[in-house]
């Protein structure tokens, strides 16, 4: 299994709503990330975990709230967005070698998110 | 902080010529890079990835070359096929911070 599985595909929320995003890989690795990808830009650094621990957070608003409950799955929990927030959310996870330095990146399909 | 660019931005070749895209990077002290392949709304699909260590990785038609020092990476496609068209991203690893670059969105035309 060489899949990261991302859940849901599109997303139409309005601001004042609760929603989480879901990823999930079963390739053994052991960093998974969030970025953020607004059209015909390239991907923006949100999180990092390494060994289910928050490793870098690229100073993103705390209405986007990461989490990383084993080391198969990864959240993105959201609230109070803005429309502004409307963008592709990918998921992507990596095996981490015995340097501790991350190796071939593994991407989703991405959530489609529209914020009204 | 690592800055990486593509250029060209945009490229539109004729079905069957071979194509140099080119990434550069300002910090050298990288881990490794690598070159992703993007469709329209869809997730990013792993192409090549070159260690530091190394100076080219091949697959198929695809070569993607690193120099270091100087800070540039190549990809070169050879023989281009419409199903290549596509925007083609390098991501630099630098302490495992992985930086996109803007991309070349590629158009093989038939």
């Known amino acids: 299994d060489t899949e990261v599985t991302q859940t849901p595909k599109h997303l139409v929320m309005g601001m004042t709503n609760k929603k989480s995003l879901k990823c999930e890989q079963h390739?053994?690795?052991?960093?998974m990330y969030w970025y953020k990808q607004k059209a015909k830009k390239p991907p923006e650094l949100m999180f990092v975990?390494?060994?289910?621990?928050?490793?870098i957070n690229e100073s993103v608003p705390s209405r986007f709230s990461p989490e990383c409950p084993n080391s198969s799955l990864l959240n993105l929990h959201l609230h109070a967005l803005q429309p502004e927030d409307s963008a592709l959310y990918l998921c992507?996870?990596?095996?981490?070698?015995?340097?501790?330095?991350?190796?071939?990146?593994?991407f989703g399909s991405g959530t489609q998110l529209s914020v009204l | 902080k690592q800055e990486v660019t593509q250029i060209p931005a945009a490229l539109s070749v004729p079905e069957g010529e071979n194509l140099v895209l080119n990434c550069s990077f300002t910090?050298?002290?990288?881990?490794?890079l690598q070159w992703f392949r993007q469709d329209p709304g869809k997730g990013l699909t792993s192409l090549l990835l070159?260690?530091?260590?190394?100076r080219e990785q091949t697959s198929g038609r695809l070569n993607a070359s690193l120099d270091k020092s100087s800070g540039r990476s190549t990809l070169y496609i050879a023989a281009s096929q419409p199903g290549d068209s596509a925007t083609y991203l390098c991501?630099?690893?630098?302490?495992?911070?992985?930086?996109f670059g803007a991309g070349t969105r590629l158009t093989v035309k038939p």
């Open positions: 992507a996870s990596s095996q981490v070698d015995m340097g501790f330095v991350y190796e071939k990146l593994f």
């Open positions: 390739m053994g690795h052991r960093a």
């Open positions: 975990y390494s060994y289910e621990k928050l490793s």
């Open positions: 910090d050298s002290a990288i881990y490794n």
């Open positions: 070159i260690q530091s260590s190394q």
């Open positions: 991501a630099v690893n630098n302490n495992n911070d992985m930086r």
